[in-house]
């Protein structure tokens, strides 16, 4: 069965620090990978995907992951951290074999520190 | 264009009473997902649609609760006999269909149920 990982609840970074929020992922093929924020009393955004190619996937609000199979990780990262970048951050993962839903993780809060 | 709508976008019930979650998806798109997300928790996956099937209904926590779409369209999620632990945001998500190529999910506000 397909799972997905986010590790922390909760990442604090100071403003103009680079982030990194983490996910790590199972399915039993090749995976399609997603993520998703909640802004505060918002619905959730689509960020960005991997569905094959580069392992690096740019997204909106600068925002990119890379893809690497070898450690089944698809970690989010933004170069400078704006204060604007505080939300809650969803991973979410599917089987690329199987029609089949997709799996979000818990999320992980991202604080920037002003 | 819209995108998906929900609602109510609030509801207070009182436990024991029924209530009916409408989710209106953007136009042309044949999948529709509800999830479940409590305070504090992730997303939980409920039921998925494709046009107006239902293949996966493994995420509905017990027969009480139900959803059904017609028309491809409008999707109503209904729980009876509420219970306190129902209390939620309950969020519905759209996409142009269940591949994976196009499966990118444009999710409504949510409606959030109290349970009194």
């Known amino acids: 069965a397909q799972s997905v990982a986010q590790p922390e609840d909760q990442v604090n970074v100071a403003e103009g620090n680079p982030l990194t929020v983490k996910c790590t992922y199972s399915?039993?093929?090749?995976?399609?990978l997603f993520w998703y924020v909640q802004y505060p009393n918002r619905g959730l955004q689509f960020l960005l995907k991997?569905?094959?190619?580069?392992?690096l996937v740019k997204g909106s609000y600068g925002f990119e992951a890379e893809f690497n199979k070898s450690q089944t990780s698809f970690h989010l990262k933004k170069p400078s951290a704006l204060v604007s970048d505080s939300a809650l951050y969803f991973c979410a993962v599917r089987d690329m074999g199987r029609d089949d839903k997709i799996i979000f993780g818990k999320g992980t809060r991202l604080h920037i520190l002003p | 264009g819209a995108g998906v709508s929900q609602s109510p976008s609030n509801k207070v019930t009182e436990k024991g009473k029924d209530v009916e979650l409408r989710c209106d998806p953007i136009?042309?798109?044949?999948?529709l997902y509800w999830y479940r997300q409590s305070l504090g928790q992730g997303l939980e996956f409920l039921i998925y649609?494709?046009?107006?099937?239902?293949?996966?209904k493994s995420g509905l926590p017990s027969d009480r609760f139900s959803a059904e779409r017609t028309g491809g369209s409008v999707s109503t999620l209904t729980i009876q006999r509420t219970q306190q632990e129902d209390s939620a945001v309950y969020l519905c998500?759209?996409?142009?269909?269940?591949?994976?190529?196009?499966?990118?999910?444009?999710f409504g506000p949510g409606t959030r149920l109290t349970v009194l």
């Open positions: 649609f494709q046009g107006n099937s239902a293949p996966d």
């Open positions: 136009s042309g798109h044949t999948a």
């Open positions: 991997y569905i094959t190619g580069d392992n």
């Open positions: 399915v039993s093929g090749n995976p399609y």
């Open positions: 998500a759209s996409s142009l269909a269940v591949t994976a190529s196009t499966d990118t999910q444009y």
